[in-house]
């Protein structure tokens, strides 16, 4: 074989390394993912969480958003959400402006009826939240939206992950849509009032606001005042905020 030969062997060789690589790979599961110039110009779907990171206090509510970005011709949509059940209480599942169109929800019971506050769309034994629905035909979703709002409620000190799972997108005629996941972190910190999050109100508890109060002290981050300003305004320790920490101390003991 001449040099010229081999010169344009080589060549050939080295070009389709870059087409394969520029278009795929396989991730650490070993699965074929897109990337290079296909990655950056079209990314994956994603279905994610929002807030990612939230901090709450017992007895307080929040809601998480199940987000879609990037989508195209949605015509179905499925997810399943673990959370900890010693630190939240799932409580309502609520459509949005997005999915107010769909039809079908799931899962539904005997009788074949969604219910978004209980079974069989929350299992508070498992710490599961289990969603599903379709689009009408000629209706389906392309862009980024909220898909669903789900309520929960702080019961339990502690830190724990909102997990996406069994999650599933599919286009008008039913064949799958690839994409992502993003999971949700949750902080929940002891009941308002324990300033310094020892778990219990205390009479640090009320030194500390006192202490806020008058101007001795600088709180250290936005969620002290969640705790120290239990009066209006919230993000500032007034007269009220001392009263009431008094109260509660002597409430509590």
Known sequence: MNNKVVSRLLGFIILLSIFAFNFSFHNANGVLEPTGVESSSNPLPLISLKPVEYTTRVGESFTIDVNI?????????????????????????????????????????????????????????????????????????????????????????????????????????????????????????????????????????????????SGFISPPDPEWYRAAALAEPDDAVNILDVKNIKLIYSCVQ
């Open 69 to 213: 970005t990037n989508v195209e011709d949605l015509g179905c949509f499925e997810f399943k959400l673990g959370y900890n059940t010693t630190l939240l209480d799932a409580t309502y599942v609520k459509e949005t402006s997005v999915t107010s169109i769909c039809i079908h929800w799931l899962p539904v019971d005997e009788n074949m009826t969604f219910h978004p506050d209980g079974p069989l769309t929350i299992d508070e034994t498992t710490g599961r939240v289990w969603v599903g629905a379709l689009f009408p035909g000629g209706q389906e979703f392309t862009g980024n939206g909220t898909l669903v709002r789900i309520s929960f409620t702080a019961t339990g000190v502690g830190n724990c992950t909102l997990n996406l799972y069994d999650t599933g997108l599919g286009d008008q005629l039913g064949n799958p849509i690839d994409h992502t996941t993003l999971d949700s972190s949750i902080t929940v910190r002891a009941n308002a009032a324990d300033v310094n999050d020892d778990g219990s109100v205390n009479v640090l508890d009320v030194k500390l606001v006192k202490l806020a109060y």
